[in-house]
């Protein structure tokens, strides 16, 4: 029975958000600019994001995994801190931190005159701060899993560290790559609260389907709704795809 | 294994449920001691209102306990389409008091319990940080290249009155972003994040030295209405709208530099 009550309490909400949505106009409402916008613009934040977390996180996942240096906890529990914070928190860490008045943020700005939030390289950095734990603490349980001949056999055969790590460990532990990916993704494709803290909401510049989700909500409940089953959507690919491929 | 891993687990467990009592713990240090966790009764009004109202609205209520000993009113501040609609999905409330006429529109006929009473009005000013970096002096200077403006989303009143400002003033500033409640435009500024914000005078005013505010003259102002009515049938539901409209809360919100209530 509580199994039951656990089942309804997630499904309900779900089957609500489907009942509600206009299907017969959903085409209408797709069109509308919110929607259009707001798809593409998380689409393009994403997707560098991706690019980010793949060319920073997969080093670092290699060097969590087999350094033995006293200071690799540190770092791996330093780096994990994104997955339990609460998002908003992180947009002040980071508007702290980057904002015009913040420790980077205001040299950045008097010397080379680049100011970062209210811009759409904000919202990648709030994605990245998000989206980065899920993707190296998913691939570095994969590496990890990797035997150490494996490398010394390399070492052996005459690769050096970094033909090692391109060649032999990467294409072995690709399927936790594949599936860190995909949290990473979903992670950063839902990413609210530190965006809106730190990157504000801008139609086509910072305003992500989230935040395009926020403001239509109160304005066009109809292009929210419609947005809203679109996400839905992608949420369910990716975990159907995850599914049948790597988590069985 | 199996038998290993219980222990971390009910360790985790046990950590969560102390964390939680934690955060329950500091919370209620910073709610109300008394009745703050039973439900609604006779003794608890609520008022959801405007985040312009943020900070005039704790003296009212407190002068109105005053008039009614035992009653404690509870408040929650958010931008006013958010509170139309949470009132429209039935969020429990006895009273709404918003920042525009416009923003009570979609308001429900079946939540609406009595006639709608205009207790305020409030103009629009340009906060900037203390030091002004752009150097705003007025209307005209928004129109300067390179400044981070930022003003309120056209849901909520103070982002409408900007749209009519903008308009009748033939501007079309360069936005940096469209914030979701007044107050979320002033923090922006406050913190030094942006040049210039659109927000009411009386945020500039509640804001005391963290932020500047610069005039825009009467004649090319914008004015917003500030309705409120009842959203329950009780009977201290109007009362505490009449009290809106008293001398004694007509001067506070004077002081606070709103507008007196227009002619009804």
Redesign the interface.
Known sequence: MPALIGVAFVVVPLLALLARTDWPQLGTHLSSPVVGQSLRLSALTTGVTMVLVWLLGTPLAWLLARSDHPLTAWARAVITVPLVLPPVVGGVAL?MAW???GVVGGPLEAWFGI?V??TTVAVVMAELFVALPFYVVSVEGAMRGLDRRVDQVAATLGAGPVRTFVHVVVPLVLPGIAAGSALAWARALGEFGAT?TF?????GR??TAPLGV??A???DPDAALALSVVMLAVSVVVLGALRSRWLR | MRARRHTPALGLVALLAAASLTLAACTRDAAQPDNADEPQDALTLTVLAASSLTDVLEPVVDSFEGDHPGLSVRTSFA?S??VV?QVNEGAPADVVALAGESSLEPLEQDRRHGPVSLFATNQLQIAVPVDNPAGIEGLDDLRADGL?L?VC???VPCGQATERLFAQEGLQPD??????DVRATLT?VE????DAGLVYRTDVAAAGDRVAGVEIPEERNVVNRYPALAVSDRELAQSFVDHLLSDRVQARLVDAGFGPAPEQ
């Open positions: 508007l904002g015009r008045r100011t939030p209210f809106i990157a504000g909401s801008f139609p910072t305003q926020y403001a909500l109160e304005q | 931008a389409s958010t609609q981070t930022v989303a056209e849901q936005v940096a972003s469209y914030e979701s922006k913190l030094g994040e942006a």
